[in-house]
């Protein structure tokens, strides 16, 4: 009985038996994420409804949250009459270059620091690792006077270029995986007489799907997302990705909020898609590194 | 038998042959380590001691950056005195006037305004005190006492300052996110849908979201300020127009784009809390609250570590958000660090000075993240175990 007392027993006060007290815990968690799930979803629901009004249906009072009149026209005007169909392909092709790159580079290395052994292996991984802790901050201005130097400015060199050296977060991922895989693996093509470029090509990234198809999703994220590296290299608007393309709008088309709400659902569509497709993935790559995509 | 011959062909043993492979398969990142991370590193340090326009040479000031930028110094702001009289002066209702004339004058109706006067102590102007070429960064009163903090460039420090302030969202952020995750860990259904929901807001372009936030803050037609007068709370700020609004507006956004990552962590970090432990307090008599205090919170200690670590790494280079939306306004009340930086360096091409500034920045995140790595062995252990358990 002396545990007993050790506690703050404020349950000994309350009457409820035990599986009263479950089904209140039970109702309580219900009742919370329902409130905040609803107070997460309302700035999208905001969103959508405002994309389907008509201009002057926005200073109607009280807002409607399904617009009467319904309209597409903000879609279509958005994806005819401005840039931003320009701005949806070049962030296609920078992030789906980039992230190939990054991912071929990266698993390449994972598998000869995780599967191969040559000399000094694990200092080189470390110093790679090691760049993870330098903030983006203090590189970017020296990286600007080198893409000056070689005459990228204005072009998407900057943006996709240093990805085809591999990310050490994705270095990183690829080591790990590779190291859990049996080594019976190799045996069968080092019997054919294969080099490690065969091995790894024909045996080992085949096995790896689940960490190409993590690293795809949160690389094809990161560069669809990016804001900073674009507004630092890119100048001209019809290079710009969709994210300086949107903004962009946003100053062109100040206060026409139905038209940037709906600019805003197409900047957000691909990635809610991949996102919805492919949520194993994501859920399963933040257990892991709780790095966020 | 040829076929499975083991030692040297072509003079190479079958090692050599191999750890060829390995430094070729790990050049490429090699080669991107020199020139995209250790090359740009030891360049910024040296570039902090140039000054560099990138149109001219580069001059060489040796630490001139580093002064401007770091020194500071604190003066005390005496009262003002009146001349004829010596006695200190005061302020009331914008009117200077001596301490006596200021008794009679306190808590009379002001026949202009029609509200009651308010006095307070004159001071001696801060530029009158601070030394030449020092502007104030900050001021603040100590043990009934005035101080003044002047900086040669005090938009730096107030960039880092207003950064600060805007980390205070994330203790706030992070006790939201428990309460979800221990929601979520009960015996409920559609756990996949509300971790759906709530990691949505985390992975979307914050170009998209900032102006989703922009038009919720609108002062006439956004829906926030509709929603509060609803619920009988008048409101009539401004948000993001408003210098004392704008740093909450722009947390309670930062909140809701970050809250499902730091659920999802804690997620996790409950999963590895051992069930054996839960069942011997509630052997023991353990109620909810004891439960949650004298186990699930120990358990939690490393997770909730890690996710203000890493949360302070990144809230100290918030640019995209500010500067989308407020552009740093209104004045300078927004205007984060990096916002500060990236001006320095890209508008007025200041390379050095903008370089000598990102370092103090980076050695800030640096010292954070690095206290981050000792410590994350805890955390991955517990989560190991948790797995195993």
């Known amino acids: 009985m002396s545990t007993l007392k050790s506690f703050p027993t404020a349950s000994r006060s309350l009457t409820l038996g035990n599986r009263e007290r479950e089904l209140l815990i039970k109702l309580v968690s219900y009742l919370v994420l329902s409130i905040g799930a609803f107070t997460m979803l309302v700035p999208f629901f905001w969103m959508l409804s405002t994309s389907f009004k008509e201009p002057q249906g926005i200073f109607r009072m009280p807002p409607q949250w399904i617009p009467d009149p319904l309209t597409t026209e903000n879609y279509v005007k958005i994806w005819e009459k401005t840039n931003l169909a320009r701005g949806f392909v070049n962030s296609m092709v920078i992030a789906v270059v980039s992230t190939t790159g990054e991912i ?185 590194t709780g790095i966020k995509g | ?44 340090i040296i570039l902090s001691f140039a000054q560099w326009d990138l149109l001219r040479d580069p001059q060489w000031v040796g630490f001139d950056n580093w002064n401007s930028l770091l020194t500071l110094t604190v003066q005390h702001l005496p009262q003002e005195i009146d001349e004829t009289t010596g ?37 001696v102007r801060e530029r009158d005190m601070l030394p030449q070429g020092y502007r104030t960064a900050l001021e603040f009163s100590l043990l009934n006492r005035r101080y003044v903090i002047g900086s040669r460039d005090p938009v730096f420090w107030e960039g880092l300052y207003n950064t600060s302030y805007m980390l205070l969202g994330i203790p706030i952020s992070l006790a939201i996110a428990l309460l979800l995750a221990i929601a979520l860990n009960q015996k409920i259904r559609g756990k996949a849908i509300y971790r759906m929901l709530y990691y949505l807001p985390v992975i979307l372009p914050v170009a998209a979201t900032s102006l989703i936030w922009m038009w919720i803050y609108n002062p006439e037609f956004g829906i926030l300020n509709y929603a509060l007068n609803e619920l009988g709370i008048p409101v009539t700020s401004k948000w993001l127009q408003d210098r004392h609004a704008v740093k909450p507006a722009l947390m309670i956004m930062g909140i809701w784009g970050g809250l499902g990552y730091q659920m999802l962590i804690f997620l996790a970090g409950l999963q590895g809390v051992p069930t054996h432990l839960y069942e011997a307090a509630k052997i023991d008599g353990a ?15 490393p997770t909730t570590f890690f996710l203000l670590v890493t949360g302070m790494i990144g809230g100290f280079q918030v640019f995209a958000q500010p500067y989308i939306m407020t552009a740093g306004g209104p004045y300078t009340s927004s205007t984060t660090v990096v916002m500060v930086i990236w001006r320095n360096a890209f508008r007025d091409l200041q390379m050095g000075y903008a370089s000598a500034q990102a370092w103090v920045l980076g050695a800030v995140i640096m010292l954070i993240t690095l206290v981050n790595f000792l410590l994350a062995k805890r955390w991955v252990y517990l989560e190991t175990e948790g797995a195993r358990a």
């Open chain 1, 104 to 288: 071929f580079t990266s698993t390449l290395a994972g598998y000869a620091f995780a599967r191969i052994r040559f000399r000094g292996r694990n200092v080189i991984f470390a110093l790679l690792l090691s760049t993870m802790m330098i903030p983006g901050v203090v590189t970017m201005i020296p990286g600007f006077i080198l893409f000056k130097n070689l005459g990228w400015i204005d072009t998407w060199y900057p943006l996709i270029v240093p990805l085809l050296f591999g990310s050490s977060f994705a270095i990183f991922l690829c080591r790990q995986y590779f190291a859990t895989l049996p080594e019976e693996l190799a045996d069968a093509g080092k019997v054919d007489g294969a080099n490690q470029f065969q091995i790894y090509w024909s045996i080992f990234l085949p096995q790896a799907k689940p960490i190409i198809a993590t690293l795809a999703v949160l690389g094809f994220i990161a560069r669809w997302n990016d804001y900073l590296g674009p507004l630092i290299y890119v100048r001209s608007t019809d290079k710009f990705p969709i994210a300086l393309m949107l903004t962009s709008l946003n100053t062109m088309y100040e206060r026409q909020w139905t038209l940037l709400m709906a600019g805003a659902m197409v900047a957000l569509l691909p990635i809610i898609i991949l996102f919805v497709a492919l949520q194993r993935y994501f859920i399963e790559s933040i257990a892991l």
């Open chain 2, 287 to 301: 109620g909810v609250w004891a439960r949650f205090r004298f186990v699930t919170w120990p358990g939690l200690t």
């Open chain 2, 87 to 123: 006695e200190p002066l005061f302020l009331c209702a914008r009117e200077k006037v001596p301490q006596s004339r200021a008794r009679e004058m306190e808590g009379q109706i002001d026949p202009r305004t029609g509200g009651v006067i308010d006095c307070a102590p004159r001071y």
């Open chain 2, 1 to 44: 038998m040829a076929r499975y011959r083991i030692g040297p062909e072509r003079g190479l043993t079958l090692r050599q042959r191999e750890a060829i492979w390995g430094y070729l398969f790990v050049a490429l990142p090699m080669f991107g380590f020199v020139v995209f991370a250790a090359g740009p590193l030891i360049a910024s």
